[in-house]
């Protein structure tokens, strides 16, 4: 795990270096700037998108030890994540919306978690609403997770209409708060720019990405089909947590079909929910040749890593 790390670092490092990396500069927020432009530092950029991805690695290790998603201590699906993360330099070597949704949901889903069969825990529930209704004041695709959660309070066995209430309380509150503390006005709420994603990438560019996009989805899909009947042998909880980890991949694969032209934003949620689904598989299925399907894996995303920095 700590040499895939060293590798993403390595490699992000030469991609900053290179200065081939086209940074997408459209504000898609609809009240505060979007995270790509919080910082202007080339290396303070790289040396915060790495620290997020970091921290991410460390945040799926912690939430998997803690609720035992994977019913094994396996480091597998932090090295499947951080090879999923170097196949696109975009995800490591800037901070941006990506950087800060990845962060926030596996914030959120830790939260959830914790509420499972708990339905008096309404702050937390109200934490993960006030988390995303904020993040939308940055960037729009936040909002896509909003009713994501509200299907997971199901899954976790605490929705009622105490909880909806929650939950609403936590998407009014901060904007209430912005435009009460007057920074945000209501003339300052705006449509955000809808600039694709590829208009500022050359097309070897977008078609490495669209196919390193494809590879998450099928990477993912596969795993949940072929896990299928095991998992459903799982207990309560269990099911209900890897119901969880396969909602929020679903819901992103149909967010990035509905929102292509802002792929990028939602990329390393579907990686961080395809390394965990395709970790389970192998950890479900372990045999002596398990490491053929593993290095497979890995391979494809070295690959596409070295088509980024060739193309």
Do not use: K
């Amino acid at each position: 795990m700590m040499a895939a790390v060293a590798l993403m670092a390595l490699v992000a490092w030469a991609t900053e270096a290179s200065e081939r990396l086209v940074r997408i500069v459209a504000d898609r927020g609809t009240a505060l700037p979007s995270a790509n432009s919080w910082i202007s530092s080339a290396d303070g950029n790289l040396v915060a998108g790495l620290a997020a991805n970091v921290l991410m690695i460390g945040a799926l290790i912690s939430l998997n030890r803690t609720y035992n998603l994977l019913r094994s201590l396996s480091m597998l699906f932090a090295v499947l994540f951080a090879f999923m993360q170097t196949a696109t330099p975009e995800l490591t070597v800037q901070f941006s919306t990506g950087s800060l949704l990845m962060l926030t949901i596996v914030a959120c889903t830790w939260l959830m978690f914790g509420c499972y069969g708990r339905p008096y825990l309404r702050r937390r529930v109200f934490l993960v609403f006030f988390l995303l209704s904020a993040g939308a004041a940055t960037q729009y695709a936040f909002a896509v997770y909003i009713p994501v959660m509200l299907l997971m309070c199901v899954q976790m066995r605490v929705f009622s209409g105490r909880t909806l209430v929650a939950a609403l309380l936590g998407v009014a509150t901060p904007w209430w708060l912005l435009l009460g503390f007057g920074v945000v006005t209501p003339d300052s709420v705006h449509l955000p720019q809808l600039e694709s994603v590829f208009s500022a990438a050359r097309v070897a560019d977008g078609v490495q990405l669209g196919v390193t996009a494809l590879t998450g989805a099928a990477v993912f899909v596969a795993a949940v089909v072929l896990d299928f009947f095991r998992t459903m042998a799982y207990n309560a909880r269990s099911r209900s947590y890897n119901g969880a980890v396969v909602l929020l991949g679903f819901a992103t694969i149909v967010a990035m079909v509905a929102d292509y032209n802002n792929m990028l934003c939602y990329l390393g949620v579907l990686n961080a929910c395809a390394s965990l689904q395709a970790a389970q598989f192998f950890i479900i299925h372990r045999t002596e040749r398990s490491w053929i399907g593993i290095a497979g894996v890995l391979a494809v995303y070295a690959a596409l890593a070295v088509w980024n920095s060739v193309a």
